[in-house]
């Protein structure tokens, strides 16, 4: 019952910035990782940063932290993402996810326990 709503995607020229939102609601009290994937056409989707409810951050990748900064209120079902530098090579559907065995921070970096997500948030940037 837990359901989520992704919001900020759209338009931007290469080199500008973007963010975006997600807020998580339903019975959440178990749900204390939320995280933000990307997916773009022909590719497989892929994790770019979680956080916790109680402020621990994981990156899948090093590369991320020069451009993507995930944060969010603690204590709070909310998480955002701020993307600046943003390349053609950016474009894909962004998507917000949480999942249920969130026990510790490190938990937040199971990609592949996320089972919970939204219904994505269109980022295309031009040339």
């Known amino acids: 019952q837990v359901r989520i709503a992704e919001f900020g995607g759209g338009s931007v020229q290469a080199g500008g910035s973007l963010n975006l939102s997600c807020e998580a609601s339903?019975?959440?009290?178990?749900?204390?990782?939320m995280a933000w994937f990307r997916r773009a056409p022909g590719k497989e989707r892929e994790p770019i940063a979680a956080r916790f409810s109680g402020g621990g951050i994981s990156l899948k990748d090093d590369a991320y932290k020069a451009r993507f900064t995930i944060s969010g209120p603690n204590g709070e079902y909310r998480v955002f993402l701020q993307m600046t530098s943003l390349t053609p090579e950016d474009s894909a559907m962004y998507y917000c996810?949480?999942?249920?065995?969130?026990?510790?921070?490190?938990?937040?970096?199971?990609?592949?326990?996320?089972?919970?997500w939204g219904q994505g948030t269109q980022v295309t940037v031009s040339p």
């Open positions: 996810a949480t999942k249920r065995d969130s026990w510790s921070p490190s938990s937040c970096s199971l990609w592949d326990h996320y089972d919970t």
């Open positions: 339903g019975p959440t009290y178990s749900y204390n990782c």
